[in-house]
T-cell receptor
Framework: GNSVTQMEGPVTLSEEAFLTINCTYT??????LFWYVQYPGEGLQLLLK?????DKGSNKGFEATYRKETTSFHLEKGSVQVSDSAVYFC????????????FGTGTRLKVLA | SAVISQKPSRDICQRGTSLTIQCQVD?????MFWYRQQPGQSLTLIAT?????????ESGFVIDKFPISRPNLTFSTLTVSNMSPEDSSIYLC??????????FGPGTRLTVT
């Protein structure tokens, strides 16, 4: 079945450091891929998405490229801020039309001033 | 983008009791989804709620434990029945945008003592 694997956290970085959070997936067909962010005490928000191979999703300085050859969708940001501290979830959408989303276990990011 | 509200935002309940969570969307949607996020874990889909029909439950979730109502295209409720400490979780309501993925409500943080 479909699955998403993301790197375990927590990830602790200093402000302005480079961020990478790894995400790999297993899926039949061609799923859409997403990154969601959950700030403390809030629900999940869509951060970015990509719907086909080689697409790059970007938002708020974050980027992720849909790599079919490596079945990966790694999240990157060149310079993190304290306000980026949150839990980040990688997800894919089932392409069978069942409207099912599969989420990774989440990676907690803590950015220190 | 859809705006989703949930009530209550949090609650502490005694075992054996039931809690009904309300979800309100600011636009009409065909399907609404209920997720559970257990402490430190990822999201698990409980059920999909369609207006005018019975909810569709995922493996491991049953209607007697998690009855769902969907009286119209903007509202749904999830009841957690006969609660035990294992039901302590964040419960999230969500809807899907065809192009943007899932939108989530802020969640209901439930603690069962």
């Amino acid at each position: 079945g479909n699955s998403v694997t993301q790197m375990e956290g927590p990830v602790t970085l200093s402000e302005e450091a480079f961020l990478t959070i790894n995400c790999t997936y297993t899926a039949t067909g061609y799923p859409s891929l997403f990154w969601y962010v959950q700030y403390p005490g809030e629900g999940l928000q869509l951060l970015l998405k990509a719907t086909k191979a080689d697409d790059k999703g970007s938002n708020k300085g974050f980027e992720a490229t849909y790599r079919k050859e490596t079945t990966s969708f790694h999240l990157e940001k060149g310079s993190v801020q304290v306000s980026d501290s949150a839990v980040y979830f990688c997800a894919l959408s089932d392409t069978s039309g069942t409207y099912k989303y599969i989420f990774g276990t989440g990676t907690r990011l803590k950015v220190l001033a | 983008s859809a705006v989703i509200s949930q009530k209550p935002s949090r609650d502490i309940c005694q075992r054996g009791t039931s809690l009904t969570i309300q979800c309100q969307v600011d636009s009409q949607v065909t399907m609404m989804f209920w997720y559970r996020q257990q402490p430190g874990q990822s999201l698990t889909l409980i059920a999909t709620a369609n207006q005018g029909s019975e909810a569709t439950y995922e493996s491991g979730f049953v209607i007697d434990k998690f009855p769902i109502s969907r009286p119209n295209l903007t509202f749904s409720t999830l009841t957690v029945s006969n609660m035990s400490p294992e039901d302590s979780s964040i419960y999230l309501c969500s809807v899907e945008d065809n192009t943007q993925g899932l939108y989530f409500g802020p969640g209901t943080r439930l603690t069962v003592t």
